[in-house]
Structures are given as structure tokens and as C-alpha cells.
């Protein structure tokens, strides 16, 4: 599934905030369906396109925090067809496509303009990070 937030800092805020009340509440039911994600976004102020119909399932999962109870290493991968779509946005040359919040962590530094290879590139590494470190 895919959920595009409008990329300004003030929406990837609340869109942080929502996500952190599922994780500070997980008694509150969480949206089972792309409907129900759609109606949590509109109450929270988040501007926001859902990929799918009203029916389709949204499955929202947590990590474990005890690997010794054998809890298995999960490593989440696109699909063939993610992975294809987001080569096709990144192949013309210019700057990796970040979202704008970003740039408060760089104190709004000046974007690179990248050659189709380096963006590639970046965009492995990204990949790769994403699968494997529990983004928090």
C-alpha cells in the first residue's frame, strides 16, 4: 500500500503525531481498511492520498521488542513493481526527491543536483537502510 503525505512540515508533523498515538495506544482500534485510514487522516489534519478503494485492508503491525522469545527478524522489501516505479520517478538528473522536513535537519542546506547514477545510487542506499532499521 501506499500513502503519499503532501510533502510540507507542518502535515508530516501530524502525520507523525497520528503515527505515534497508534504506537502509545495500541488498545485504540487502528484502521483495518483503506476507508477507515482515510476518515483517521481527515480527523487528524492529515492531507493525504491512499492508494486502493474504501475496502481494501490496511494492516498496521508493531515491532517486537523481545528477540529472545524467538520472535522472528522481519525485513520488509517492495515489490518488484515499488521498486520499478520508484527507478522510473528517479531517473531524470536533479535533486533526490526527500521530503521537505528533511531540510530542517540540514539547516535548509542547499539541495545537490545529482546525475541520474548518483540518485540511483542514493536510492539503493536508502532501500537498504529502510529494510533493515526499525525507522524511529
Excluded at 515489490?79 to 516505479?85: I, K, R, V
Amino acid at each position: 500500500m501506499r500513502v503519499m503525505i503532501k510533502d510540507d512540515d507542518e502535515n508530516w508533523l501530524k502525520w507523525g503525531r497520528m503515527v505515534e498515538d497508534w504506537i502509545n495506544n495500541p488498545a485504540k482500534r487502528r484502521p483495518v481498511n483503506v476507508g477507515e485510514l482515510k476518515a483517521a487522516l481527515v480527523a487528524a489534519g492529515v492531507t493525504a492520498d491512499v492508494d486502493g478503494a474504501n475496502g481494501r485492508p490496511v494492516e498496521i503491525t508493531d515491532y517486537s521488542n523481545n528477540a529472545a522469545l524467538n520472535h522472528p527478524l522481519v525485513i520488509n522489501l517492495p515489490s518488484a513493481q515499488m521498486l520499478a516505479d520508484r527507478k522510473k520517478m528517479m531517473a531524470p538528473a536533479g535533486e533526490y526527491e526527500l521530503p521537505k522536513f528533511y531540510d530542517l535537519a540540514y539547516v535548509k542546506g542547499v539541495r545537490a543536483v545529482l546525475s541520474p547514477q548518483l540518485k540511483d545510487e542514493f536510492r539503493l542506499r536508502r532501500i537498504g537502510e529502510y529494510s533493515v532499521n526499525e525507522c524511529c
